[in-house]
């Protein structure tokens, strides 16, 4: 009975840590939407990579400590982290810019609240 006491209260845990990612990356989302680039570094920019470091580093640590309560569980990797890692980075001329990219993001986000 302990051992299964114990997993839920880490199944428990990691949905709790899913829903602070969750909320974590909208509010990066919403100030990217709003104009601030970085959070999808497409332009590589050495100040703007400064500026989002800490809410990459906080989302970073979330989804760590997620896939270690999922890998635990016997469950998937997060693959909410696993898209958003993908979406970063340098894009060609012609992709949209990031606070487009956002909102495209937030929408799908937000379309079951």
Same mark, same amino acid.
């Given at each position: 009975? #302990?051992?299964?006491?114990?997993?839920?209260?880490?199944? !428990?845990?990691? =949905?709790?840590?899913?829903?602070?990612? $969750? *909320?974590? &990356?909208?509010?990066?989302?919403?100030?990217?939407?709003?104009?601030?680039?970085?959070?999808?570094?497409?332009?590589?920019?050495?100040?703007?990579? #400064?500026?989002?470091?800490?809410?990459?580093?906080?989302? !970073?640590?979330? =989804?760590?400590?997620?896939?270690?309560? $999922? *890998?635990? &569980?016997?469950?998937?990797?997060?693959?909410?982290?696993?898209?958003?890692?993908?979406?970063?980075?340098?894009?060609?001329?012609?992709?949209?810019?990031?606070?487009?990219?956002?909102?495209?993001?937030?929408?799908?986000?937000? =379309?079951?609240?």
């Amino acid at each position: 009975m #302990a051992k299964a006491d114990r997993l839920e209260r880490l199944d !428990t845990r990691r =949905a709790d840590l899913e829903v602070d990612y $969750r *909320e974590a &990356l909208i509010a990066a989302l919403k100030v990217c939407a709003a104009g601030k680039w970085g959070l999808f570094d497409h332009n590589a920019d050495r100040t703007a990579r #400064a500026a989002v470091a800490p809410t990459i580093a906080e989302l !970073t640590e979330l =989804a760590e400590e997620i896939d270690t309560a $999922r *890998e635990q &569980l016997f469950m998937e990797p997060f693959e909410l982290h696993q898209e958003f890692l993908r979406q970063r980075g340098p894009v060609d001329s012609q992709a949209v810019g990031e606070p487009k990219q956002a909102r495209a993001w937030l929408d799908r986000l937000t =379309a079951n609240d």
